[in-house]
DNA sequence: GGTAGCGTTAGATGGTTGTAAAACTATCGT
DNA sequence: ACGATAGTTTTACAACCATCTAACGCTACC
């Protein structure tokens, strides 16, 4: 249900500073996709597909959860990360209307 | 008739991670606010608008082009800069399409 | 309770980058 | 032609950041 909301989220002038950054990074925007394709995605899935240190991951999760992109629950000892959908349509809303309309 | 095109632009992997760290930096992304506020933008009014050098500004222009997101002509002495809208809009499609839909 | 697995934290390091000063190029006005 | 104005390039530097290793904290299972 947090999936299709109606009413546009708010974000920030920190908060989209901080999207854009977390974004910017290659590794953490593949992380990310990896994320948005498989639904409830265990952290450790990730050590898998990416070439990186697990603590280099880690990493990664928290600055995407601090950007507010990605949601990340504990259950027993893996961390499961879901991606925030509604606020990437945020930021790409807040995106198109700082730049993307016509003056 | 750049502003609007029914087709989609297509963005490589390169200029999407471009345009990714162009964005990431606050100043550069006020720096293309400002750009996509006045029409033709005369580089020389965003000095005076921000406490930057010079340098820094060209610097910002420089990879504001680079990710394809400004149309920069000079004319003259001055560089008008002009904001790419179908880019920009490209890259919001692209990023809803990676992260935004459900799986 | 001990051992193994998952994730976090701390510290170190190499690379990237935002910034400015200075020197340079180019264009305009007089 | 000269001076002024606009922008570029080079170089240097400080700050940031992605990454790793190692040590730690939890949770699960036997």
Known sequence: MTTREGAELHL???QF??????LA?????A????I???RPCPCQH????????KATISHHIKELVRAGLVDARKTGQYLNCEVRRDVVRAYTAELMRRVGRAS
Do not use: C, H, W
Request: glycine share 4%; net charge neutral.
């Open 25 to 29: 990074d290659p590794r953490r925007m």
């Open 12 to 14: 920030t002038t920190r």
């Open 17 to 22: 500073e901080l999207i854009a950054k977390a």
């Open 36 to 38: 948005a394709g498989e």
């Open 46 to 53: 990730l050590r898998d597909q990416f070439p990186v240190s």
């Open 31 to 34: 992380l990310l996709e990896t």
